[in-house]
């Protein structure tokens, strides 16, 4: 489970040149900068071990590319052929916009926007691209001249791929999605091979996650349906191999009980075996000394709409000690929080087992996480791993603080906040209240509740990574305003909590608008979870006039006029969130993110779109890698170096040249 940016991040209107922390922006995207320090005062086993991480880390990012969209990888290495091989004007306007869909590209692990799922609109034309190719010999091309009618088809045709995941109610989401997780296969069809599946397994106190690392597969011939297991040996083989051999390097390094959770994760990527996965997340859980330490495998489930099968992602990092001590306390007090929790005692956990979570410094991004990443992470996501033995959190500080650099001083919070005492609370207090409500989110939120008898965890099929959501932002949104954070020491004041609630009510109802296309609806995860809950608190509040539209000059304000009361409706939901989770209950969860959380207001979206490009923000933020470099002397690794580059395409291409493993279809 993961927190992600929200929209009011953003940077500024000024120069890369001008702000360092930036070095690449095209489109609706801005590509930063991010540091990683303290890393040069690691003991060198632990630089050790971060370098092979990183490097496993890197070698999974054709499989994401494939998951995605099946024709993404033919996409990405025509355009990068042509990108290095042509010869002719690089100045004109169809050469700057066929560069720029091949950073998107690049960003989106695909030919899909990151975030809406929508397929990009090329801004140059399929004859000028054929005639570019015609001007490099065909040898540079290879294999891919026998793909080049279906990559310009997937380019240029709207009706091809038109979104990598639907979730448009009432819709075949699996026909209607151009994601690869399934081929060939109906919902219904998909739906009863799992559940068939799930019966078979019926009375498990330890569910398998099935579906969670295969696609699924339907023969043209045949009508046999089948999976086809993402492992050593099986589909995508050639990049797991790849991952193995550093994490078996890593293995070598690593202390215990790192080196057997490596193990373990070795282990399951050799058989595909989703109760080898089971056996590393329990022991990745329950460690919780290490000072490094990495995700790497099929994790979330966001891009499938059936909740079922798991993008891949990595993610290494080591712990940052001093800015541990927040959510060191949060933890300790773990119990408190579920106890006080406003949810049905009955879905309330009598004993908090295992919930662990520190501030993190991250070292290399990779898969899913790249470029966009996460600002918080909450593992693992099967809910009887969770119930008996716990969950671990983390929050990205480094992260959270280059996003922060690149956003100061443009003019978001002047254009959109109506109020100058919400505007000060949040200059003063906006990134610990960002931080705060990432800790309790992740280590709290996600950790929280428990599901009734019989119920395995799935039934919210595409409606559940949305709730699962909401159910932990309003976690962390009715306890950043307890009293009992100031008693811990958390925060100085409730004023922070005033801070994200202005702050987060804006974003849900209004300027996370700016980051979808004019004419569409919500389709992302957590910006329905935004909307779903800024709408209903402003509907069921509306007696109370707790939160306010406002126009003035002309302009569309939104205001929070009464925090406790606020405080109180973030309570009521999540109590109905939690229900809805704890019994399964498809057709509640179904209406409230359909009422709430999906449907745009076209006249104020046009003008928060207005608004926020007339200030040069791009609403969305990714990330160039720092590079690592092992030292050697006399065959003995004596240090690892680390080194900043600055140069997004120049990352990317090198990527594609070192780390690409995948054949063009899988």
Known sequence: MTTIASAAVSCCGD????????????????????????????????????????????????????????????????????YLNYEGDRTVPEWKALEKYLKKVWFANGIHHHYSNDKFVPEFTEGYLLDVIETIP????????????????????????????????????????????????????????????????????????????????????????????????????????????????????????????????IAYYRTGDLKEFDRYNIGWVKDTVSNVDFVNGFIEDYGDPLGRKASWEANVNFMDREACRRTEIISENAQWFEDNSPVDPAYKKKEVKGVSAKVITVAMLGGDCYPATPIGINLPNADWIRKEYGSKSV?????????????????????????????????????????????????????????????????????????????????????????????????????????????????????????????????????????????????????????????????????????????????RMLREVQRIKSEGDYEAGAALVERYGVTVDPVLHEEVRARYYALRIEPYGGFVNPEYELVERDGKVVDVKISYPADYVEQMLGYSKDYSFLPNVN
């Open 395 to 571: 929050t990205i500080d480094n992260i959270t603080y280059a996003y922060d650099k690149a956003a100061h001083g443009n003019g978001f919070a002047e254009e959109f906040v109506l109020r100058a005492e919400d505007r000060e609370r949040m200059d003063k207090y906006g990134k610990l209240a960002d931080d705060l409500h990432t800790d309790l989110h992740e280590c709290l939120g996600h950790g929280s509740g428990q599901l009734a008898p019989g119920v395995k965890g799935g039934e919210l099929r595409s409606y559940g990574s949305t709730l699962e959501e909401a159910r932990a932002d309003l976690f962390g949104l009715y306890y950043l305003g307890d009293p009992k954070l100031v008693e811990l020491g958390l925060i100085p004041t409730l004023d922070v909590a005033k801070a994200q609630y202005a702050d987060y009510v804006m974003n849900g109802l209004m300027t996370q608008l700016a980051r979808i296309e004019p004419g569409k609806n919500v389709e992302e995860s957590h910006m329905r979870n935004r909307k779903l809950i800024a709408e209903w608190c402003y509907e069921q509040g509306k007696a109370d006039n707790v939160i306010e539209w406002v126009k003035q000059n002309g302009k569309t304000y939104v205001v929070v006029n009464d925090f406790e009361k606020l405080r109180g409706l973030f309570g």
């Open 15 to 82: 120069t890369a040149a001008e702000r360092p922390w930036i070095v690449d922006r095209f489109d609706d995207i801005k590509v930063i900068r991010y540091e990683v320090p303290g890393f040069e005062q690691l003991p060198l086993e632990e630089k050790e071990l971060i370098y092979y991480l990183a490097e496993a880390a890197k070698c999974g990012r054709d499989i994401l590319f494939d998951q995605n969209c099946a024709v993404n990888l033919p996409v990405r290495r025509t355009l990068e052929t042509v």
């Open 138 to 265: 065909e040898e540079k091309f290879g294999e891919l001249n026998a793909l080049r009618g279906a990559v310009c088809t997937a380019i240029f045709d709207p009706q091809t791929y038109p979104t990598r995941l639907n979730q448009r109610a009432g819709d075949d989401l699996l026909w209607t999605s151009s994601s690869n997780y399934y081929r060939n296969v109906r919902q219904a069809e998909a739906e009863k091979f799992y559940a068939d599946m799930a019966a078979a397994d019926a009375g498990n106190p330890e569910p398998v996650s099935y579906g969670l690392n295969s696609q699924l597969v339907k023969h043209e011939e045949t009508n046999e349906i089948h999976e086809r297991v993402w492992k050593v040996g099986g589909m995508y083989s050639p990049a797991i191999e790849r991952i193995v051999y550093w994490l078996e390097k890593a293995e070598a390094v690593a202390a215990e009980p790192q080196k057997s959770n490596i193990a373990a994760l």
